[in-house]
């Protein structure tokens, strides 16, 4: 899927904001639940601690939180928001929790929802809200990549648990008729039949409806991971998909501020760096603190480098999301920040 001609809109992203769990795992309390060390983590991810939800926090605070730290940013009233997209594979209720952010922010006049794609999700939201903005039908979106994966981690299995933790993360977007445009270009792809080597299925029991009638008993099994396949299946297509999209866009690599890729493992951003030759101050990293927060891990690194100044207004970034599904996808974003 590519970008439609453009037309008298563009995308101004204008706030951003993020939220973590307090309470901090390091590799070392990991090594306590199984055989695992904090060099063989380190050296093999990149990470050093993540965060984990606990007792008395949700991920629906968390993302609210977020969300009300971007529309500060941005400055924005929540009654002048007019979508809120709430991309989760772990949401609080499974029938949707943007709504409950919505109502949370007092954002009166939006319309919210949910969206899965796993690790791609927080790119296919926002794609899916430029969109929107693109044709005319919102001016201000707000899209927040959030994800609780803690709950469906096999925390006893060493080739998994070590890698994702909890987060949440916003980005505030603005439709402006004739003005700059930040959102320059994306590409989005899926192969399903690719998609067993990351899953979380269903549960497959079946329970006594009424005599002779079964129904299917809801919940899921924990992560299911092939991760040599996931890791051959990112350094590979990543590549392919930013260079598609660079390519046609007429962008060369040493044109870009920063490398924005969905925060999995440092091996694959070095990986992806090192074919564009991108050098290490450019790709924003920030998996030793958190790990692999799924959905969430993107808007979590872009609000962490709007904050402390690195990305500056007019910043270009190529960002890459991908994972579960099989989903994957990249974006060329111009950074404009609040007016
Ligand atoms: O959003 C997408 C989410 N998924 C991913 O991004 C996953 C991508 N894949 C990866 O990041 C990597 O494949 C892992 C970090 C999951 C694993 O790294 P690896 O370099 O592919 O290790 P491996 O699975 O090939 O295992 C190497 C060795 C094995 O021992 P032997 O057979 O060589 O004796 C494993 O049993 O390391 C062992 N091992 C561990 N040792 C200590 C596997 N996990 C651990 C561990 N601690 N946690």
């Not at 309470?23 to 306590?32: A, K, P, R, T, Y």
Request: net charge neutral; charged share 20%; proline share 4%.
């Amino acid at each position: 899927m590519t970008r439609a001609p453009k037309n008298n809109f563009g995308v101004n992203f204008v706030g951003t904001g993020s939220a973590k769990p307090t309470q901090v795992i390091s590799n070392d309390e990991l090594g306590l639940r199984v055989e695992t060390n904090d060099s063989w983590i380190k050296s093999r991810t990149g990470i050093s601690q993540r965060r984990v939800l606990g007792k008395n926090e949700s991920l629906t605070e968390l993302s609210t939180t977020a969300a009300r730290q971007a529309l500060q940013m941005a400055d924005w009233e929540p009654e002048s928001i007019d979508l809120v997209i709430l991309a989760t594979s772990t949401p609080d209720d499974l029938f949707g929790s943007a709504p409950k952010i919505q109502a949370n922010l007092s954002a009166t006049s939006a319309v919210s929802f949910d969206l899965t794609a796993a690790c791609s999700g927080f790119l296919f939201a926002l794609v899916t809200a430029s969109q929107y903005l693109l044709n005319g039908s919102v001016k201000r979106a707000l899209v927040i990549g959030a994800d609780q994966l803690s709950r469906w981690v096999d925390w006893d299995d060493r080739g998994s648990c070590i890698l994702f933790g909890d987060g949440a993360g916003a980005l505030a977007m603005e439709a402006k008729p004739n003005g700059l445009d930040g959102f320059i270009d994306f590409r989005l792809k899926s192969d399903g039949s690719r998609g067993d080597c990351l899953n979380v299925p269903n549960l497959d029991v079946f329970q006594t409806l009424v005599p002779g009638k079964m129904y299917q008993k809801g919940g899921f099994s924990p992560i299911q991971m092939n991760g040599q396949e996931v890791y051959k299946f990112a350094v590979r297509e990543v590549p392919l998909v930013l260079d598609e999209l660079l390519i046609s866009n007429s962008i060369k690599p040493s044109q870009l501020d920063w490398l924005l890729l969905h925060q999995a493992n440092q091996r694959i951003l070095d990986s992806v760096a090192d074919r564009f030759k991108i050098p290490n101050k450019k790709v924003l990293s920030n998996l030793a603190n958190y790990g692999n927060t799924s959905a969430a891990t993107i808007p979590l690194m872009l609000d962490e480098a709007v904050r402390d100044g690195r990305v500056k207004s007019g910043d270009l970034i190529a960002t890459s999301g991908f994972g579960a599904g099989l989903s994957w996808g990249a974006a060329l974003l111009r950074w404009i920040g609040p007016n």
